[in-house]
């Protein structure tokens, strides 16, 4: 399974942390009883372990723009509030120092594939309405046509960028799982056909494309996690100072959804084509 790292970096910087990013996805379909290390990429959910809002946490904290040395955040263990780097200098305490129940952490976020599966679209008219207000069935040539979509979604926050999107759905995240993922692979069509029109009644032609899911979950890879409970600072290298299944952590609740229409081998959007029928005024129509 395929991490993707969020980065704005430049390439100098990148290598600061590859190995870190090196992390072995698992499928995992769990929630607050999950065992540590257990979700996607080997993180440890923290939704229902630790305070407050945890999706809204990772979704802000990986919101952020990436410098040099990460991402940043500071966590209130008592309340479950989070703050950003510039809010907590704002907000808490002038230094990017741990205080009281606040404590600081940096690192790296990233996405990893959780789960994929296909779905149908919705149904829409790919063709006019043609109506037939005569007494006995008419034939006529129907032209319907039709371009495959693709979008993302989040499951907290607001919309998903359209270049983020892409960073984590384009390439091999699709391919790697062995079906026509159809991310970026524009496809259109428009068919001729001829269909009969029954007495008093309108026909069109729609299309029911069948489409991919792959779901990823933001995940942060932790470099640094500093606390101070009126002793001295103290500086670990995993979430909240736990074992090593706690490197990487996620929030169960927050997830990206990538959705695109299928493609066949050849290239087409893959899906079903319908002739519908709605009957016309009995008044408008012949006797």
Known sequence: MRLIRKSTLKKSALSIASAALAISGVLAGAGSAQAAGSGPGGASNIRGTDPGNTDLLIERLCNQETSLTGVYGAYNVDTGEFKTQDEYLRDVFGLWKPAGPWELFRGWCGYAEASTWSTKGATVRTSPWIGNRGSKDDKETFVSSYGTKTFAKKSVGGTIGLSLAKSIFSGSVGGSAGYEWGWEKESKFERRSEKTIPPCTQVAVTWTPYQRVVRVNPVFYVEDYEWNK??????????????????????????????????????????????????????????
């Open 230 to 287: 009126g002793d001295g600072d103290v500086t670990t290298h995993t979430w909240r100072g736990r074992d090593a299944s706690w490197k990487t952590i996620y929030s169960y609740g927050y997830y990206i959804d990538g959705v695109s229409d299928k493609l066949l081998p050849n290239g087409q959007p893959d899906g079903r084509e319908d002739k519908v029928e709605e009957k016309l005024d009995p008044g408008t129509c012949s006797k």
